[in-house]
């Protein structure tokens, strides 16, 4: 929007007063807005953590040769599942919500699929923690690169509920 510049005459009419307190309501409606990202940023950076944390348990479980979730490993997945139904719900992110809910919703029998939703979980928080992920072009070549495999060979590794 283009404002016509104020004459002298409307400077002058102008009240300082509402000036200042219309700054001032900026300076802390910025403010809120900061610690609001801050705060859903770090729970999502948390919640990042507890997935590594779970995945690691399950890897190590696997690596056993155990195949089936044993109990030990299931309350801790649940724990996980929980804080993330909370976490994505707190974002206000419907998509997202609905991505977690159609994931927790698979079989959770075999410690391959508890590992599965783990990554399913951890790649829509990534998504919204850098929403720009699901902007990028589908195919990404540089000329004449000699080591290209092909047009999005990058994105097979990006994982989908």
Not at 104 to 132: C, G, H, N, S, Y
């Amino acid at each position: 929007m283009i404002r016509a510049p104020i004459s002298q005459a409307g400077r002058e009419s102008a009240d300082p007063g509402l000036l200042i307190e219309s700054a001032t309501r900026e300076v802390h409606d910025a403010r809120k807005r900061h610690r609001r990202e801050v705060v859903e940023q770090t729970r999502l950076r948390r919640l990042v953590e507890r997935v590594d944390s779970a995945i690691e348990l399950c890897e190590e479980t696997h690596l056993q040769g155990i195949k089936e979730v044993p109990p030990d490993v299931a309350v801790r997945a649940r724990k996980v599942f929980t804080f993330a139904r909370g976490a994505v719900r707190k974002t206000g992110n419907a998509e997202a919500m609905a991505a977690v809910e159609e994931t927790l919703a698979r079989r959770q029998v075999k410690i391959t699929e508890v590992m599965d939703i783990l990554w399913t979980i951890q790649e829509i928080v990534f998504d919204l923690m850098l929403p720009w992920r699901t902007e990028l072009p589908e195919d990404v070549e540089v000329e004449g690169d000699e080591f290209a495999i092909g047009p999005g060979f990058w994105r097979e590794f990006r994982l989908r509920p």
